[in-house]
Structures are given as C-alpha cells and as structure tokens.
C-alpha cells in the first residue's frame, strides 16, 4: 500500500509557484527524501500532505484513501519551524499533544516517559520549555511528534541544530522505527545525512521535481565516474586539466568527477608524478555533488 | 468538539495557575476596597469634629431662625449617626453656632481676625442688604469643603423662607406643610411605573464597566494568546492536529472562561464591599429598584453575548497583527463601538424607539449595551423579536468572526514578518 501519493498536485501564493504539478508516493515502511535547496517547495508540499493547505489543483491520498482530517492520528509531524510552549512544563506540553492525537491523558504520560528515557531527557519532564537548551526542545519536538505511534512520519530538517551525539541517537531510532514498518519522510537540504537513510528521494528546485526514484538506481545511473584522493604535495593538476570535469576540494582530499571520456588511469599517473598519492579511489557520485550538479542544471 | 475542549482546557488551566491570575486576583478586589470603603472611612472620621460658627444679622429673629435651622438639620443628621449614612451620604457636620447682632464693618473686621487666627472656623454675614441681594457670604478657611458648604447654603435658604413666611403671619405647622418637598413619579399609559432614566443609567454604567473592564483585561489576553502561539511558532505542531477554527474556538473559550472565573471571584468577593458602598452612599433605594430578576438574567445574557463577541473580535486582531506594539495600537480600534454605544446611550434612555436605538440594538457590536438599556426602559415594552434577531445576530457574528480569523491566522503563519495590509488580508481569507 502506498502510505502517501501525490499526483500532479500544483500549489501557488498569488503570482508564485510554490509546487508545479508534483507526482511522487511513498510505499509502506519506505525511507523518502524530500530533497531540494531552500525555498524549493518542500515545506509547501508538507504542508498540503497535512492538510494545513489545500492544493490549487491534483490529488493527494492518505494511507490509500483521499485526504480527509481522522487521517491526521496516524501521522506524526516534525516542522521545520519548531515551537513549544515556553511557560508550559515539558510533561503537560506533551500530555496535551498527545491528547489532541486522540491518546488518553494516561496512555500519554507514560509513552511520553518512555520516549523521553530512551532519548535520554527523562530529568527534564518537569521543567518549562524555556529553561531547556535548543537541543534538549528539539528532542522533546521529536517526542511530540512520535508519542502517538503514527504510521508516517513526516520529519521537516530533523538534525538541523543538534550535536552529531544527538544526531546519530535520532538515527538510531529512525533506524528503529523503520525497522517496525513505518513510513518516513525526510525534508531536507542536507544530503550527507540523509544519504544513509533514504530508499528513494525526489530532487526539487523551484517547485519542480527535476529528478526522483530509487537511491541506488539513481546514484549508479551516473556510473562510478568519480575519483576520491588523497595526497601530499603539489595540487595544481585539479586546474585546467582536460581528465578534470569538476572538483570539490575538501581539504584532506578531493573528489573530482572526471571529464566525458576520460581515463581514471591517466589522471593516477598525472598526480603520482608530482605529488604522494594516499588514497585514490573510484566511486559513484555523491547525493550532494548530484544535487549540487542537478540543481545547477536547471537554473541554468 | 473535542480538540476544542482540549485546547480550551489547556489556555484554562495555564492561564488560572499562573501567578499573575492570582495576584490580580487578591489584588483588584484590596483595590476596590481601598477605593470604595476607605474614604467613606476618611470622610466619617475627619466630620467628628465641631466647627465654630456665627451667624452675623442685624435682627436677633433672623439670626436665631438661621441658627435653629442650622442646629435641626444637624440633629436631623444626628439622629442618624449610628448608622454609617445620614439621608444624602454626606458627612454630618457639627456646627456649634453663636449668633450676633453686631453688624458694623468693624465687627466683620474684627471676625475676619478671628478667623484667620482660627479662632473661629467661620462666619455669616446676613444682612439686610446680603439678604435682599440673596447672597450672603460665609467667611472661612474651609472654602473649598463645598459639599459642607452647599448644605449651609440650602440650610440658610431655607431658614430666610421661613422666616419671610413667619413675617407674613403664619403658623409654624402651615410653613411646614407648605415647604414639605414633592415627589412626582412618571406612569406609563398601560399603568405601569415607568423606570427612573437615573435607576437604569446606574445599572447600565455598571454592565458597560464590567463589560469594559472584562474585555479590556481578558479580550487583549485572548490576543496576546494568539500572538503568542505565533511568535512561538508552535501552531505549525497544532495545525497538523487541529483545524485553525478549533484552536480559535478553544482559544476564546479557555480565556474567556478565565475572565470569566476572575470576575466570579470577584463579584463573590466584593459583593460585601459593594453592599457597604451602596449602603453608604445612600443609592440603596434606587439599586434595590433597579434590581429585577428578569432584567438580571439580560445583564448575564447581553454580558456573556458581548463579552464573547469582544474576544472573538480582539481574536480576529490577534491573528493579523505581528507584535505587542501593534496589537495595543489596534486596542482602540476594538473598544470604539463600546464607545460609541456610551455616547448614544442617553439618546437612548430617552428615545428607546428611535430608529437609532433600534439599529444600535441589533447591530452586533453594540448590541450588548444599546438592547439591554432598551430592555431595562422600556420595562417589558421592547418587542421580542427584537431581542430575538439582536441575540441571534450576535451568535452568527460570534460564529463569523471565529471562521474569519481561524483563515486569517492560518494563512498568516505561512506568512509571518511582514506587516499584511488590508488587501492582503483579504485574499488571506479567500485562500483555501
């Protein structure tokens, strides 16, 4: 069954296309990226998934059916914008969410307990929202939008602003709920972290969907025409070099996507006459570098 | 309906925890108390004193009549002073009075020393020539205490009646008779006793202050609520729960219900208070006339319409504006047709048919004030389809506002930062 689809659904704010006739699903217990740089309409399109806004035009269905509100208990939200009451006490704050997605007052405390002990907040549950730091709020965020043990999860920049200790407990236990069947989306502009997640993404820019299916598919459609290095000495081989299409230095190493054509063998003897090679490896391009060469693409 | 009471259940309980509801609490009600009860207290304490006067006239007779007149009407007052009221709500005064026949410009002189070497606290100078002028003077330190001095001037008035009407022959019983003051009540054509304009204006100044005071405090809360969720940012959380219309809805009701509760507590507590204070100004006669279950039920009734309207209209002005600043420049905005209704309603009291009254009776946003001082005038004459169209308008306003601001908050979060103008605003509400 197909958790969520859309099927050309378009969306605009007076003169402005926020989402161009945009078709994607997510079959049940898949992992989906919802890619795409600021301000290309991922948030827009979340937002009429969950019935905040109403498309201009196209379908979306809901756990198979077309959207209709009682929909709304089964799927948890984490919003790009997160918010809690400040002068509210953290347990209460999540009693009551938990209460507005049909739970009892019970039946939430003690999920609200257990969630808050396995993300490691549990001493904090009687305090105010304001006396928390941005981490610790954005883990209780995390909390009200799983407390109701919700089918979908719709997750809005979910490790934006937390330490890579938190980053990976959240992993973890989106690892975890994967494993349970559940289905997730990821909103995001930042492809490192989501490329260990995802099963599918779909790439959009200004409204668009420029590129969308399967990872693996995806990333092997573009071969393994990459070249990762790793040396010491002279670097001057990366400019007007015609094996070189593109490069990224980042320091410890580069990765270079070789030119249409160009053998990888020619460029490993050019580096290894004029500098130390360390590492020097072939490989598919990265979600980042496609998104990054896609994207560019289309605003061309 | 049931996120509605659980969104509502949740403004309720923060809001009544939180420590400024309780301040306010105790605090409004001590206030009260120090405004209503302790100045009657000041006032009792400060008039236990006697003040020493004489009464200047060429003529004994003229001089004695003033005097006893002067002593009558504190005995009059007297009689009276275990209770804490005499007939006017005024502060007996004691005057011991000595009179003089003494009447040369030396003698005035010489009284005027006195008095500003506060040997005397004061003196009438009645001569014939102030007499026939009607205008005497009373020469004292205290020229300012004019409540003392106008019942002096009525006493004195009085005492030179009486003494024009001794000098034509007649007996003091006739005087009596003659001088006994004349009530005249109106009465409507059907036989009724048509209400004193004074009684209702009393009791609706009481419904416009409670009203005011109620949505002034609770309708700008139920704004700032409102202006909270969105600096907050939360509602993005909320509205993938609830639909804007249930948050609005359980919004205006849980704050409402804490106006609602306060006024309670205070109602229950100053309501001894308030006793006192009517007792003591001597309005208990014209509060117990007022006082008419039926019209009591219309005052809970137009005061929970209005109150409800209000908070839905400071709702409405919640959802649009961005900050505190221009939230408390849009307050007047929201109290202008409370207002206007103010400066209509003596127009009212004296023309409760007038197409005005009407019109301002069935619109909303006056409705609540303009239609109660119609039901309390008109004393049952007010036709009940009236009444009928004026409540239902109000419930479909009610009903009306909180759609219109559930679209206008709701499209305003997609927005936020910038300030929307009116147009804006418009085609914010026809956004799906």
């Given at each position: 069954m197909q958790t969520i689809e859309l099927k050309n659904v378009c969306k605009s704010y007076d003169q402005f296309v926020a989402v161009n006739n945009l078709s994607f699903s997510i079959a049940q217990g898949g992992v989906f990226g919802l890619l795409g740089p600021n301000g290309a309409g991922k948030t827009s399109t979340i937002r009429m998934m969950i019935g905040i806004t109403v498309p201009d035009s196209g379908q979306i269905n809901l756990f198979g059916k077309p959207f209709e509100r009682k929909s709304l208990n089964k799927v948890g939200y984490l919003p790009e914008e997160r918010g809690l009451y400040k002068k509210m006490k953290i347990i209460e704050q999540l009693i009551f969410l938990g209460e507005l997605h049909g739970m009892s007052a019970g039946d939430a405390r003690e999920k609200a307990i257990q969630w808050a002990k396995r993300l490691e907040?549990?001493?904090?549950?009687?305090?105010?929202?304001?006396?928390?730091?941005k981490g610790m709020q954005q883990k209780i965020q995390f909390i009200a939008a799983l407390l109701h043990d919700p089918d979908f999860i719709i997750m809005d920049?979910?490790?934006?602003?937390?330490d890579p200790v938190n980053a990976t407990l959240l992993k973890d236990v989106m690892l975890d709920l994967k494993k349970q069947g559940k289905t997730i989306l990821f909103s995001t502009h930042r492809m490192d972290q989501v490329e260990k997640l995802c099963d599918s993404i779909c790439l959009i820019n200004k409204g668009n969907a420029v590129l969308q299916g399967d990872l693996k598919t995806i990333k092997s459609g573009y071969g393994k025409s990459n070249v990762q290095i790793e040396y010491e000495g002279?670097?001057?081989?990366?400019?007007?070099?015609?094996?070189?299409g593109a490069y990224n230095n980042y320091g410890n190493y580069v990765e270079v996507r070789l030119a249409p054509g160009a053998d990888a063998q020619q460029l490993l003897q050019m580096v290894a006459a004029r500098s130390r090679v360390n590492k020097f490896e072939l490989m598919e391009p990265s979600l980042e570098e496609i998104f990054i060469n896609t994207v560019g693409k289309s605003n061309a | 309906m049931h996120n509605i009471f659980i969104i509502a259940k949740r403004e309720y309980l923060e809001r009544v925890r939180s420590r400024s509801f309780v301040i306010m609490t105790f605090f409004i009600p001590a206030l009260m108390l120090g405004v209503t009860v302790l100045p009657t207290m000041l006032m009792q304490r400060g008039s236990n004193e006697t003040k020493h006067m004489v009464v200047v006239a060429v003529d004994r007779e003229t001089a004695e009549m003033i005097r006893s007149r002067i002593e009558q009407k504190q005995d009059q007052q007297g009689s009276a002073d275990n209770q804490p009221s005499s007939k006017r709500g005024l502060p007996p005064t004691h005057f011991s009075v000595d009179v003089s026949t003494n009447a040369a410009p030396a003698d005035r002189e010489a009284l005027t020393q006195k008095v500003n070497q506060k040997q005397l606290d004061g003196f009438l100078w009645a001569t014939p020539d102030a007499i026939a002028a009607r205008k005497l003077d009373f020469v004292t330190n205290d020229t300012s205490s004019f409540i003392e001095n106008g019942i002096l001037g009525q006493t004195v008035s009085d005492a030179l009646r009486r003494h024009a009407l001794k000098a034509k022959g007649l007996q003091e019983s006739d005087i009596d008779a003659a001088l006994r003051p004349v009530e005249v009540e109106p009465v409507s054509p059907k036989g009724k006793n048509a209400p004193d304009p004074q009684k209702m204006f009393i009791a609706t100044l009481a419904m416009v202050m409670v009203m005011y005071m109620t949505v002034l405090l609770y309708g700008i809360n139920v704004m700032r609520s409102i202006l909270e969720e969105k600096t907050s940012r939360i509602m993005e959380v909320m509205l993938s729960i609830a639909t804007s219309k249930e948050m609005m809805a359980g919004k205006i009701l849980g704050v409402g219900a804490v106006g609602l509760t306060q006024v309670g507590i205070w109602a229950a507590a100053s309501a001894a208070f308030a006793g006192y204070a009517v007792v003591a100004s001597g309005m208990l006669k014209q509060v117990k006339a007022a006082m008419n279950p039926m019209l009591l039920i219309y005052f809970v009734v137009f005061f929970l319409l209005g109150y409800v309207l209000y908070s839905t209209l400071c709702a409405a002005v919640g959802s649009m504006v961005n900050s505190e600043q221009e939230a408390q420049q849009m307050q007047f905005l929201v109290m202008m047709p409370m207002i206007l209704a103010v400066i209509f309603i003596t127009n009212i009291f004296t023309h409760p048919n007038s197409s005005i009254a009407v019109f301002g009776s069935l619109f909303p946003f006056t409705a609540p004030l303009v239609m109660f001082s119609r039901i309390a005038m008109q004393a049952g004459d007010t036709p009940g389809w009236q009444i009928g169209l004026s409540i239902a308008l109000m419930l479909a306003t009610i009903y009306g506002m909180v759609w219109l601001c559930g679209r206008i908050y709701r499209v305003g979060i997609l927005m936020y930062g910038k300030k929307p103008n009116l147009p804006e605003i418009m085609k914010w509400i026809k956004y799906a």
């Open positions: 907040i549990d001493a904090w549950l009687q305090k105010k929202v304001e006396e928390l730091s920049e979910p490790f934006f602003g937390l002279n670097g001057d081989f990366l400019e007007k070099n015609p094996l070189v | -």
